[in-house]
């Protein structure tokens, strides 16, 4: 996987052989964004069924349970990952029940086959939604974009950058404003390192600008991804998409969160129910100015990862099904 710590000083890509290294992986966050935590945690657990030294399927299954178990741990709220994870073990549970006489051999190439399956079929998702969310930007529009929600956040394309840089690839000239996110800066690190590599013009924003630009009438649309949608349609999502999203209904600009059917997750009724992860005040704190730290020492700080924004603020959501319109409640029952 690539290396997303290190973007854009550097482009490495780094291999790992066992499970424990993707738990890892997926924590310290050099593989982040839903999707694609989901693909990597489905492929740890092919890397488990190697690992495995089990000789009969009992204990090969308690195997990937405990690996299972520490993968869907490493991070609360994105929800591709626990079901990237439970799709995998479920598909053991199926071949277990329907067939007798299988070894251990056959299940771990069952692990592997429907890890690779998730990976392909998230690209073949991305290249829908970009298809129906491209229908709703305009030559000429400049979108706003929070987080990092391109290639380097699924398995490839990308969810709502995936809709820029297909209206882009459809000849619509477009300018993304894009959110540097803090405290990690998946926007000017990842998003804008993407954007250049597409050919996309863009420029950085602070977050704290995006109301100056929303107010001034130089945003067409705002497009943000998700890492949990509510049967209600309330959106987890990074960390200021609320405060984003607030801003843009103010000034009547339509907020589109792009995301697979694999975000929505309608065991949850609405937003509240939503663990938010909370990380390392040190992200905050440790942030460099000059080559100096931003904080005095011995400063506390809080960092949630991401926040809620009411599916009122939401415009649509856009789906490899389709685009899902308010009321969100009903509508969202009919597509996932
Ligand atoms: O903490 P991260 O960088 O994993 O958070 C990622 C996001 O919030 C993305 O916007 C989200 O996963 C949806 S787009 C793939």
Redesign the pocket.
């Known amino acids: 996987m690539i290396d997303q710590r290190r973007l854009p000083a550097a482009f490495e890509v780094v291999t790992l052989h066992k499970w424990s290294e993707v738990v890892e992986a997926i924590r310290n966050?050099t593989v982040?964004?839903?999707?694609a935590?989901g693909a990597a945690a489905a492929f740890g657990l092919a890397l488990a069924a190697n690992e495995s030294g089990a000789h009969d399927t009992t204990a090969f299954l308690a195997d990937l349970e405990f690996a299972a178990a520490a993968l869907k741990a490493t991070r609360p709220t994105?929800v591709n990952l626990a079901w990237a994870v439970d799709r995998v073990v479920n598909a053991l549970g199926k071949d277990l029940a329907m067939k007798h006489s299988l070894e251990v051999d056959d299940l771990r190439q069952v692990v592997l086959d429907e890890s690779q399956r998730i990976a392909d079929e998230d690209v073949a998702t991305n290249k829908r939604m970009a298809e129906y969310g491209s229908n709703l930007i305009h030559d000429g529009d400049t979108i706003l974009h929070?987080?990092?929600?391109g290639a380097l956040?699924?398995v490839d394309w990308g969810?709502?950058l995936g809709v820029i840089r297909t209206a882009h690839e459809q000849g619509k000239h477009i300018n993304v404003l894009v959110d540097e996110t803090r405290p990690?800066l998946?926007g000017s690190r990842l998003t804008a390192w993407e954007l250049g590599q597409y050919g996309i013009p863009y420029e950085i924003i602070a977050d704290n600008a995006a109301g100056y630009f929303l107010r001034t009438g130089q945003v067409q649309e705002v497009l943000?991804?998700?890492?949990r949608i509510a049967a209600n349609g309330d959106v987890a999502?990074?960390i200021g998409t609320y405060m984003l999203a607030l801003a843009a209904n103010d000034n009547k600009v339509p907020v589109y969160s792009v995301?697979p059917t694999s975000s929505i997750d309608l065991s949850v009724a609405d937003g509240s129910l939503i663990p938010i992860e909370e990380r390392d005040p040190e992200e905050v704190l440790g942030l460099q100015f000059h080559g100096e730290r931003v904080s005095p020492e011995g400063a506390r700080a809080r960092n949630p990862?991401?926040d809620v924004t009411p599916n009122r603020l939401i415009s649509a959501i856009i789906t490899e099904n389709g685009i899902v319109m308010p009321p969100f409640d009903v509508n969202i029952k009919k597509i996932k």
Do not use: E, S, W
Not at 32 to 35: F, L, S, V
Not at 146 to 149: D, E, G, I, L, Q
Not at 224 to 227: E, I, K, V
């Open positions: 966050m982040r964004g839903a999707p935590i994105a929070h987080c990092n929600t956040a699924v969810t709502a990690r998946q943000f991804g998700a890492d999502n990074k995301a990862a991401f």
